[in-house]
């Protein structure tokens, strides 16, 4: 069982790939990738729990903080035993259906910094999977940090001075290090796979890239800040027909 692992970025239209996928799991599963809809008692189409799980101690993320506000930090004690008995379910949920692939994707696997995070997010799969593939999609850096910083202005996140922070956006940030971002990856993951973000449509790029045939007829798009004055279902337009 090969084990995908799509970490966004942020803003490289991860919203749109994750409904995408999970609208279609049953198409998907029909090609051999299984998309797992429940994890650790959430049903969403991020799997944001993984990021949640892996950060180190002292470090966060805007799903964090939320997570700790709402259950408090001991709920963070416990969740690796219901992380791995829920993955575990899903893993042979996929065997049972045929599939030769599990995808996870969430955009806050990004905001792993250290190789010791990623290896804390990897030991979840090991055991289930022969490979372990990091998927990617790097957008250009000027138009990244621009939308970023809008998103984080849409939350009422403010910024921060201090260079280890998720939320430390000057030019110099970690987050926009490109070459360090995959030469981390690269010491830690089976396979590194990289892809330029295509602002028209990143869904058909992101499935092309993970070899899943896909004929788009229309746009997917959602949570796109840029379009501020466009309603959610004015963006949103899904059609779409498989190629088996």
């Known amino acids: 069982m090969k084990t995908i692992i799509h970490i966004g970025q942020h803003k490289t239209g991860t919203t749109s790939i994750q409904r995408f996928l999970q609208d279609n799991g049953k198409d998907l599963a029909y090609q051999g990738l299984y998309v797992p ?8 189409p991020s799997h944001f729990i993984l990021s949640v799980y892996a950060l180190a101690e002292g470090r966060f993320s ?11 930090v001991e709920y963070l004690s416990n969740l690796g035993i219901e992380l791995g008995e829920d993955i575990e379910r899903i893993y042979n ?8 692939r599990v995808i996870w994707s969430n955009e806050g696997l990004y905001l792993l910094k250290t190789e010791t995070e ?3 997010l990897i030991d979840l799969f090991s055991k289930h999977s022969t490979k372990i593939e990091v998927v990617c ?12 910083k809008k998103q984080l202005r849409k939350q009422k996140i403010s910024l921060s001075y201090n260079p280890d922070s998720y939320r430390y ?3 110099d940030s970690w987050i926009f290090d490109y ?19 295509e602002p028209k449509d990143n869904v058909t790029k992101f499935m092309e890239t993970i070899h899943i045939n896909k004929l788009a007829t229309g746009n997917y798009r959602l949570n796109v800040t840029e379009d501020g004055h466009n309603s959610l279902l004015e963006r949103i337009k899904r059609r779409f027909v498989f190629l088996r």
Request: net charge positive; glycine share 4%.
């Open 37 to 44: 809809s429940r994890i650790a008692g959430y049903s969403n």
């Open 62 to 72: 805007p799903k964090k903080e939320e997570i700790i506000k709402n259950k408090g």
């Open 93 to 100: 949920e996929a065997r049972k259906k045929n599939c030769d």
């Open 118 to 120: 990623y290896k804390r």
């Open 137 to 148: 999609c790097f957008r250009d850096v000027k138009s990244y940090r621009e939308s970023y």
């Open 169 to 171: 956006l000057e030019p």
């Open 179 to 197: 070459k360090r971002k995959k030469e981390l990856l690269s010491e830690v993951f089976d396979q590194c796979t990289y892809f330029s973000y």
